[in-house]
């Protein structure tokens, strides 16, 4: 499993219209994309839920390399390219996935938490405590699913969840959901990934 995520942060006075109109319109194209576990197609709006910006900012899972390097190549990722300009794409190997209780449920709301890796731990212990923290997630009432990530570029752990009501009980950026694709969530290996 590979996580990625670019934010794209609008001005503050941004018709986030604009942003949901889009989503409603294309989000839809990746409702069968080969390789894509999910996608989250987020939004934080300045003001709602502590958010500081209008944020545009999905959230993936992908399930094979492939999926995600057509996606990236492709027209897809270009026409947003064309129309916001090119973001920087976050990226992050994926430590654990499993699905939550309300993992038939629709997201309406999704968190993001990153955490820094400190120097002088040992890593197996970090990622074995990350993906301990993917199921603590997964058990928490309300929850769709939750996957944890790591950045061995940066020495970033993320924990990404989705939720099934607007209450969610972790901390971490809120984010609304505009729409979820899933085609091969399913195809997300449970448990963790090593």
């Known amino acids: 499993m590979h996580a990625m995520q670019y934010e794209i942060t609008l001005p503050a006075d941004y018709d986030t219209g604009?942003?949901?109109?889009?989503?409603?319109?294309?989000?839809?194209?990746?409702?069968?994309?080969?390789?894509l576990g999910l996608k989250a197609y987020l939004?934080?709006?300045?003001?709602?839920?502590?958010?500081p910006v209008n944020q545009?900012?999905?959230?993936y899972l992908w399930d094979t390399p492939?999926?995600?390097?057509?996606?990236?190549?492709?027209?897809?990722?270009?026409?947003?390219?064309n129309d916001f300009g090119r973001p920087v794409v976050q990226h992050w190997a994926g430590l654990a996935y499993e699905d939550g209780g309300a993992a038939?449920?629709?997201?309406?709301?999704?968190?993001?938490?990153?955490?820094?890796?400190?120097e002088g731990v040992p890593l197996a212990e970090v990622a074995r405590e990350a993906a301990l923290e993917t199921g603590r997630l997964a058990a928490?009432?309300?929850?769709?699913?939750?996957?944890?990530?790591?950045?061995?570029?940066?020495?970033?752990?993320?924990?990404f969840s989705l939720w099934a009501h607007d209450l969610p009980k972790t901390d971490g950026e809120t984010y609304r959901v505009l729409h979820l694709s899933a085609p091969g969530r399913d195809r997300l290996r449970r448990g963790r990934h090593w």
Do not use: K
Request: charged share 25%.
């Open 18 to 35: 604009v942003v949901r109109d889009r989503v409603a319109r294309a989000g839809h194209l990746l409702d069968d994309w080969d390789g």
């Open 43 to 51: 939004l934080r709006e300045r003001g709602v839920d502590g958010s």
């Open 56 to 59: 545009y900012a999905p959230f």
């Open 66 to 81: 492939e999926g995600m390097n057509s996606f990236l190549w492709g027209p897809g990722f270009q026409g947003l390219v």
């Open 104 to 118: 038939d449920a629709t997201p309406t709301v999704a968190v993001r938490r990153r955490v820094s890796v400190p």
């Open 140 to 159: 928490l009432d309300g929850v769709v699913g939750a996957a944890t990530a790591i950045d061995p570029r940066h020495w970033e752990v993320v924990h």
